[in-house]
């Protein structure tokens, strides 16, 4: 498989007027294309601020990070973020909410409208295209605002615990749906969560971080005898306890 992110070595602390607090240390590893990675740690140990820096928004102090080969800073790969809400506008119905990224960087033509109504009929949204956001259930919600990032065709997927603000029920459908989608749309995605059992569900190897400041203890890949590999069914898998105790006794003596 072709490698599609890099990262070496990722220093990063954060500066006030008391002075600097170390966030992540060392932080390296790298991602093949199509492959689904989640990151797990103590809360506050600079799991999304990783994001932030793999998505550009922060520059990490020392390391560098390459996409397709190229440095961030020359890349030109697309990346997209879902962030734990939904960021979807109350004026503006479903439709126009999954255009949006495409006004502002001026890409809406006749073929990327069609593609919206084709993903959104695709993922059961279709009846809902002038609906305004407050009409829908969480789950739904979050589902258009994964089309709206679809839309852009990012090469890569940043997820910030995008499930955390819906109840548990539809955290698990709507993380079992959504995980399908990411794999059928065979895009490259991190889920940053403090969810085990959705990180489980959903990876391919889970990254375990130490407390701040932040380095990878540990990197576990994820394998399933299923013949329907999908979050829910693993959740019933005999592999997923001993994945998931694993993890929780690492986080656990690491402290």
Same mark, same amino acid.
């Given at each position: ?9 990722? *220093? ?11 966030? @992540?240390?060392?932080? $390296? ?42 440095? @961030? ?90 499930? $955390? ?28 969560? *403090? ?5 489980? $569900? ?8 130490? $407390? ?44």
């Amino acid at each position: 498989m072709d490698q599609i992110l890099e990262l070496r070595h990722i *220093h990063y602390a954060y500066h006030n007027m008391e002075g600097e607090t170390p966030a @992540l240390i060392d932080i $390296s590893f790298s991602m093949n294309k199509g492959e689904f990675v989640a990151i797990v740690g103590p809360s506050g140990c600079g799991k999304s601020t990783l994001l932030s820096i793999i998505s550009g928004l922060i520059e990490p102090e020392k390391g560098l990070i390459k996409i397709n080969g190229k440095y @961030l800073r020359e890349s030109t790969t697309n990346i997209g973020y879902m962030l734990q809400h939904d960021q979807l506008f109350e004026w503006r119905t479903i439709y126009n909410n999954v255009i949006l990224g495409l006004e502002v960087q001026h890409m809406l033509s006749a073929r990327s409208k069609e593609k919206a109504h084709e993903l959104l009929d695709t993922y059961g949204l279709k009846q809902f295209e002038n609906a305004k956001p407050s009409e829908l259930s969480g789950g739904m919600r979050q589902r258009a605002a994964l089309v709206r990032t679809l839309i852009l065709e990012p090469d890569i997927l940043l997820l910030d615990e995008p499930f $955390s603000a819906l109840d548990y029920q539809t955290r698990l459908n709507v993380g079992d749906d959504i995980g399908q989608i990411i794999r059928k749309e065979k895009k490259t995605a991190i889920l940053v969560t *403090h969810d085990l059992s959705e990180a489980i $569900s959903l990876a391919d190897r889970v990254i375990i971080l130490t $407390s701040r400041p932040a380095t990878i203890l540990q990197t576990l890949p994820l394998k399933f005898d299923l013949e329907q590999d999908t979050p829910l069914n693993r959740r019933d898998a005999p592999e997923f306890k001993t994945y998931f105790n694993l993890i929780w006794k690492e986080l656990n003596t690491n402290e």
